[in-house]
């Protein structure tokens, strides 16, 4: 960006202006002294020594002019040059009073230039030459002030000349820094609006007035403001694309995450329908297992009737066996009576023999009755070991019953406990499965929410670009030049970093 020229005095061209008009004031004023000089021609002055009186005075200005425009010698000679025609129309018409006007409409045009020194200057030569002309004129010299010479009206002359000054210069300054204000305001606004830009580097401009000092540092303010806000501007355009670039991932990440939630929902659903079912079967598990126990119970109930049936068995056996003592007993005496009598039959001869033939078949008998005992002893002692042997079998199958029956009803007891920890199980898959169901329909609005979100970043990046399209039409200079527009910090990275992996 190139930069603006200085800016000049704004009072120059009014100062050459000025130049200007006292050379036209200034030619009016020798023109006018003609006549006045052939009018009121004095005794003892030629018409052509006061012509040249005429364009010796007139010189200074006319020099001033041409070699001095806009410059304070240039104003200061125009001002000498008035100044003294309207002396020279004082001395020519002998001190006249309406000629004296002549010093109030010059200090007025002098007022053309806003600046207080050449209309000071114009009042100092006037007053030098009333006092001096006054006092010379009193003194016989043949030079006029006024008609005669009055000291005290010199004196009220020049104080309506100090008055007219005074508010002359205070005009002439308080005008000067009015057109010093409009002219570095203008200067000022002329420099912001260069073509399609809004230029706010002013800093090369001068400003010298409390309103265009009040203005440039308004504007200064502006630039570091629109320079704040383009880099904000930056920053919240690359944010916005780097929150939408994030916002996708984290959208696409959500959605992957809503599809597992899905699928660990219809697991967990199996799993609750397999929980449940196993519940079932343990319950159903637990009913058998309390009727095994139950038949196990009256098992074990009938072995003890058999134990004590058998018991009774074996002692019906030792009674049967001591009743076949009692026979064997009985048949060893027949026996023996059987024998004694065939002893006495063989004593008494013939007649004993039928006698000794009963007596044989008794003893016969008898052997044999003691031979069947003695048998059937030896059965029942048989059945009474094998009862006894069946009793302490039936004992132990009744021990073992017992057994059974406690373990089947420890198996009962732990089953029931599965049954009421599958209960609570399928209690709480049920609960996680319904807190499961609330994250899937949480984890869905995510994903709207997600996707809202990354519209409203990208709408805000779009405004953000808008917005710096905007502000790009405001030209920084220096400022602009040594902070360019750059990208912000990247913030999707740390974003990503920090988001889950799907």
Same mark, same amino acid.
């Given at each position: 960006m190139t930069t603006a020229p200085a800016l000049h005095d704004p009072l120059l061209p009014i100062y050459r202006r000025g130049d200007l008009a006292m050379l036209i004031a200034l030619a009016l004023y020798a023109a006018a002294s003609v006549p006045i000089l052939l009018l009121m021609q004095r005794p003892g002055l030629s018409l052509g020594a006061e012509l040249a009186w005429l364009v010796g005075l007139s010189l200074p200005g006319v020099?001033?002019?041409?070699?001095?425009?806009?410059?304070?010698?240039?104003?200061?000679?125009?001002?000498?040059?008035?100044?003294?025609?309207?002396?020279? !129309?004082?001395?020519?018409?002998?001190?006249?009073?309406?000629?004296?006007?002549?010093?109030?409409?010059?200090?007025?045009?002098?007022?053309?230039?806003?600046?207080? %020194?050449?209309?000071?200057?114009?009042?100092a030569l006037f007053a030098v030459h009333h006092v001096a002309f006054d006092r010379l004129q009193a003194?016989?010299?043949?030079?006029?002030?006024?008609?005669?010479?009055?000291?005290?009206?010199?004196?009220l002359h020049a104080a309506y000349v100090i008055v007219q000054t005074g508010f002359e210069v205070v005009l002439i300054l308080?005008?000067?820094?009015?057109?010093?204000?409009?002219?570095?305001?203008?200067?000022?606004?002329?420099?912001?609006?260069?073509?399609? !830009?809004?230029?706010l580097d002013v800093a090369h401009l001068r400003a010298t007035t409390p309103l265009?000092?009040?203005?440039?540092?308004?504007?200064?303010?502006?630039?570091?403001?629109?320079?704040?806000?383009?880099?904000?501007?930056?920053?919240?355009?690359?944010?916005?694309?780097?929150?939408?670039?994030?916002?996708?991932?984290?959208?696409?990440?959500?959605?992957?995450?809503?599809?597992?939630?899905?699928?660990?929902?219809?697991?967990?659903?199996?799993?609750?329908?397999?929980?449940? !079912?196993?519940?079932?079967?343990? %319950?159903?598990?637990?009913?058998?297992?309390?009727?095994?126990?139950?038949?196990t119970r009256r098992g074990g109930e009938t072995v003890a009737q058999v134990v004590s049936t058998m018991g009774e068995i074996q002692a019906s056996s030792q009674k049967i066996a001591d009743i076949i003592g009692v026979i064997d007993g009985i048949a060893f005496q027949t026996n023996i009576l059987a024998l004694n009598a065939a002893v006495e039959a063989a004593r008494a001869g013939e007649a004993g023999r039928g006698f000794a033939v009963v007596a044989g078949e008794v003893r016969a008998l008898a052997q044999r009755s003691a031979q069947a005992a003695r048998e059937i002893k030896t059965l029942i002692e048989t059945s009474v070991a094998k009862v006894q042997a069946g009793s302490?079998?039936?004992?132990?199958?009744?021990?073992?019953?017992?057994?059974?029956?406690?373990?089947?009803?420890?198996?009962?007891?732990?089953i029931g406990e599965i049954t009421h920890t599958a209960r609570e199980q399928s209690e709480g898959i049920g609960q996680v499965n319904a807190a499961m169901g609330q994250l899937d329909q949480s984890t869905q609005q995510n994903a709207a929410l997600v996707e809202q979100s990354a519209a409203a970043a990208e709408a805000l990046r779009e405004q953000a670009q808008r917005l710096l399209q905007a502000v790009s039409v405001f030209q920084l200079g220096a400022a602009e030049a040594a902070a360019p527009m750059t990208r912000g910090p990247a913030l999707g990275a740390p974003m990503r970093a920090q988001l889950p992996a799907r």
């Open positions: 020099i001033g002019f041409a070699a001095l425009r806009g410059t304070l010698a240039g104003r200061l000679l125009l001002a000498t040059s008035l100044s003294t025609l309207v002396m020279l !129309h004082i001395q020519v018409s002998a001190g006249m009073i309406e000629f004296h006007f002549g010093v109030f409409v010059t200090l007025a045009l002098l007022m053309t230039y806003l600046d207080w %020194r050449p209309v000071v200057w114009s009042a003194a016989g010299w043949g030079l006029y002030c006024l008609s005669e010479p009055n000291f005290p009206v010199i004196l308080w005008l000067a820094r009015q057109v010093r204000d409009n002219a570095e305001v203008a200067a000022l606004a002329d420099s912001l609006a260069r073509g399609e !830009h809004v230029v265009a000092q009040r203005l440039k540092d308004v504007i200064g303010r502006i630039a570091g403001a629109v320079s704040g806000i383009r880099s904000a501007v930056q920053q919240i355009e690359n944010a916005a694309g780097e929150i939408a670039g994030g916002t996708q991932d984290l959208s696409r990440r959500t959605e992957g995450a809503a599809a597992s939630l899905q699928q660990t929902a219809a697991s967990l659903q199996h799993l609750t329908d397999t929980v449940q !079912h196993s519940a079932n079967a343990a %319950r159903t598990a637990n009913e058998l297992a309390a009727q095994a126990a139950d038949t302490a079998q039936v004992q132990q199958a009744g021990q073992t019953m017992d057994d059974i029956v406690q373990a089947i009803q420890r198996v009962a007891d732990t």
